[in-house]
């Protein structure tokens, strides 16, 4: 039996995979050149296609603004096209004048350009360093020449002269250049027509080809219009906001044709990378032709380069940002793939294009390499990033990054996000694929990091309160790191901690701890099983400092740990298993009488506007309860909880003023029938008070829900909240979801709820609005006024 678990164990491994599947990548090989060759040799319907539907993705908005103006959609499809040929035809007729007038003025530069052209050649022809050198390869070349070429005698030139062809066939040749083109924007219309007259068919096609999740489908067709759409729109903006420019400057420079010159630098630069600089070649040299002197050539130069600094390093991140969603070298090796196969137009299309292959492989499982491939996102996240810096020997680029993730956060973010899910790694692999090397790199990276990071970010100092921390690493390595990382963090708070290291558990290294004046011993274990030695160590350090307070901090806890104070059992008096929740349960220990008169403690003055407000508008009296109701009920519904209130602070209570379904318990009412909290005890009061969104996976290992009495009387267990907020930026309550099971948001679910608050905030501003005591007509309009939010 035991080869046979060797195997399977080994089959677990990172490396250790399934076998190479030939068959399977030959299949894969040969589809992909097969769409390759497909699209290659389909050009000529598929590059039409590509423009129609870009062109549809632009003009949509325009048809649906007309279409909800009660105009038929066939009607704000053809007004929309009129509308676009009527001023691209006008705007073709006018840059047409103003190439015929300069075409008609060209002969009268000739002499100055021959002037300068003279003066450059006699600049020229003075005596080089290289004039020697030429002059060999001339007499050399001269030299090959007469001895390969055959004289005059020997050779007979011919020439032959064509006949004279009829005027059908010479007006033929004029026309037939003309007619692909005409063509090709022919059928470029008609499809741009049946992409806006039948889009929604067009949609329900292109969902029932990707097949699979509809939902996925839904959301992957919804974010490939919206990107390319505002790709788009930006890149329209970037190119108007550099050929004005463009067209003034040239004009007070004294370039003619300025108006041209600068719609055709605006139209250049929808084809990335060589458009500018074709279109800039035609000033410039306009410019060398007019002026007999030098100035108009170098500011027409210099008027170039600043809007193409300016351009590419302010307006385009600017506006671009990343909605493309490409990384930069996606970028190129896109414009470098579709130029080979359309040739300039392929690189007109090629991020429209691309963009769509990457939607398309976020949202569909089978083709995410493209995301990958493509994709401006890091393809491994931050503590995966970490670790493999730290595994690499990289401890140099690991603090780069580590110092990064503290800016835009915080240590105690960073530690609690990153720095213990890369030790949470570490453990993991660290009989899998990890060798001794790995080990040894990952430990010395950290020390060096951890050392960084407390030199960079030192304590803030001790505080009011005189409690001792001591952390303490519990059986290896990792623990020791984990600890550091804790104290660390509780200095950063004011707290008095530091981190030692225990290298044996006998009674001769517990007593080198030196823990007579500690208060409080943080000890960390990495081990998924940590209770017979947390159990052993715990009884060791009772033995030697009866009145030492014990946390256990276990990072990866059993389940039956952290329920019914089963860490008792192993002699601890507390447990966590975050920072944060470490963080929070000390800060609590270190200055109970502080945090309980912080929790009395008023998070938002009191307005005696808005409290007036709140009597006048009904929803204190509770008269549209109703609509209250029904949009914590649809708050309930989208986010899939068991309960959905909405509350509002009103003087010293918290009013429930919506709610999904009847909450069990009693609890205080007011004399609306309506749930009335004080507001020290408030169960909105975190969200209120932070005025931002809060998300508790579990209320029970967070010290300010854990022993609150709403809490325990409803049952909650996972609780997430966003403030209400007036139009000046005021909260005035919370949207809260609670459940009774664990579980957590990410960060697209928490984006929604913010945008339901806005539309809740709006409901409810809508209501406070009304100035004196409402008016039956008023509570009609009031309650009319929450109707029409949209679904």
Known sequence: ?????????????PGGGPPFDSVRFAANLLSATLIVAGLYYGR???????????????????????GRLRLPRGASVIGVMAVVIVVL???????????????????????????????????????????????????????????????????????????????????????????????????????????????????????????????????????????????????????????VPMALGLWLIGVPGALLWGTLAAVMRFVPYVGPMISAIFPIGLAFAVDPGWHMLLWTIALVVVLELISNNVVEPLLYGTSTGLSAMSLIAAATFWTVLWGPVGLILSTPLTVCILVIGRHLPQLQFFETLLGAAPALDAPTRLYQRLIADDADEAIEL??????????????????????????????????????????????RLLDDLREEYPPQGEGDNAMAVVCLGGKWE???????????????????????????????????LALDEADLVCVS?????????????????????????IMLVLWNAPADLLEND????????????????????????????????????????????????????????????????????????????????????????????????????????????MIAMPRDEAIGKPVVGQDEALVVPDTERDPRFAGHPVVRLWGMRFFAGVPLRTRDERVFGALCLFDKEPRTLDERAIELLDSMALELAAVIISTLAVPEAPSPQAEATSATVAQPLPE
């Open 44 to 66: 000529e319907v598929l590059i039409p296609l590509a423009f129609a539907f870009l062109i549809s993705f632009a003009l949509s908005p325009l048809v649906t603004w007309l």
């Open 566 to 673: 089963s860490h008792k059992t192993l002699g601890a008096d507390e447990v966590v298993t975050t920072v944060n929740e470490a963080v929070l349960r000390i800060q609590a220990m270190a200055a109970p009488p502080a945090a309980k008169q912080e929790r009395k403690t008023d998070a938002v003055p009191i307005d005696p506007a808005r409290e007036a407000a709140l009597d006048v508008s009904g929803i204190v009296a509770g008269q549209v309860r109703e609509v209250l109701d029904g949009l914590a009920q649809r708050a309930a519904d989208v986010f899939d909880v068991g309960y959905a209130v909405i509350v509002l602070t009103s003087g010293d209570r918290e009013l429930v003023v919506g709610q999904n379904r009847p909450l069990q318990g009693t609890l205080p009412r007011d004399e609306g029938n």
């Open 478 to 512: 990792l623990d020791n790191l984990a600890s550091e990382m804790l104290a660390h963090a509780l200095q950063m708070e004011s707290i008095r901690a530091d981190s030692r290291r225990v290298f044996a558990i006998t009674s001769k290294a517990i007593e080198t």
């Open 89 to 243: 035809g006008g705007l073709g007729l006018l840059l047409g004048t103003q190439l015929r007038a300069l075409g008609e003025q060209l002969p009268t530069y000739q002499s100055t350009m021959e002037a300068k052209v003279v003066d450059l050649r006699t600049r020229l022809k003075a005596p080089g360093v290289l004039d020697r050198a030429l002059e060999t390869i001339t007499s050399l070349r001269k030299e090959v020449e007469s001895t390969t070429l055959p004289s005059a005698d020997e050779a007979q030139r011919v020439a032959v002269v064509p006949g004279p062809e009829s005027p059908l066939k010479t007006a033929g040749a004029w026309i037939a250049p003309a007619l692909q083109p005409l063509a090709t924007m022919g059928i470029i219309l008609v499809f741009v027509f049946i992409a806006l007259y039948d889009q929604g068919d067009l949609r329900d096609r292109a969902l029932t080809i990707l097949g699979g999740d509809l939902h996925r489908s839904t959301d992957a067709l919804q974010e490939a219009a919206t990107r390319i759409a505002k790709y788009l729109r930006m890149q329209l903006l970037v190119n108007v906001g550099y050929g």
């Open 1 to 13: 039996m035991q080869p046979n678990s060797m195997n399977e164990a080994d089959s677990d491994l």
């Open 525 to 549: 274990y990495f081990a998924a099983n940590p209770q017979a030695p947390a159990r052993h160590f715990c009884r060791r350090l009772r033995r030697r400092w009866p009145r030492l307070r």
């Open 402 to 447: 580590a110092n990064a993730e503290v800016r835009r956060s915080s240590v105690q973010a960073f530690y609690h996000d990153i720095g213990i899910e890369v030790l949470r790694i570490a453990s993991r692999e660290h009989l899998r694929s990890a060798t001794a090397a790995h080990r040894w790199r990952v430990a010395n990276g950290m020390e």
